[in-house]
């Protein structure tokens, strides 16, 4: 069982940076993934970034958001983050950080892969 909590969600203006937080807890996290998704009003669930809690700490980005968000984690806190620079309105969305395991050399950005979720934090862009 894992358990996620995000945080870090808010108003913000447009140019700006963020940093959200996934708080996890659980069983061997090492072998886990930690995703990042996000879901707009009206839009599907979509898988921005995911990252290795292993050794190796590969990490992995949605090609929409390549150069902007990155990912990281703390592996003594439990921690992953998401920073996301240069904040467009079009970032607006409720995100999620989402938690599975994959098979050695493979990985996705697809939710329907990842079983365990957090409640999500709010995201707002805006002048």
């Known amino acids: 069982q894992v358990q996620l909590v995000e945080s870090g969600g808010g108003l913000l203006q447009p140019g700006g940076s963020l940093r959200l937080s996934c708080a996890a807890s659980g069983y061997t996290l090492d072998d886990y993934f930690i995703g990042w998704f996000r879901q707009a009003p009206g839009k599907e669930r979509e898988g921005v970034s995911c990252?290795?809690?292993?050794?190796?700490?590969?990490?992995y980005y949605a090609d929409s958001v390549s150069g902007r968000f990155t990912i990281s984690k703390d592996a003594a806190k439990k921690m992953v983050y998401l920073q996301i620079d240069n904040l467009k309105p079009e970032d607006t969305a409720y995100y999620y950080c989402?938690?599975?395991?994959?098979?050695?050399?493979?990985?996705?950005?697809?939710?329907?892969?990842?079983?365990?979720w957090g409640q999500g934090t709010q995201v707002t862009v805006s002048s």
């Open positions: 990252i290795s809690l292993g050794r190796d700490g590969s990490t």
């Open positions: 989402a938690a599975t395991i994959f098979l050695p050399g493979t990985w996705s950005l697809e939710f329907g892969d990842y079983g365990y």
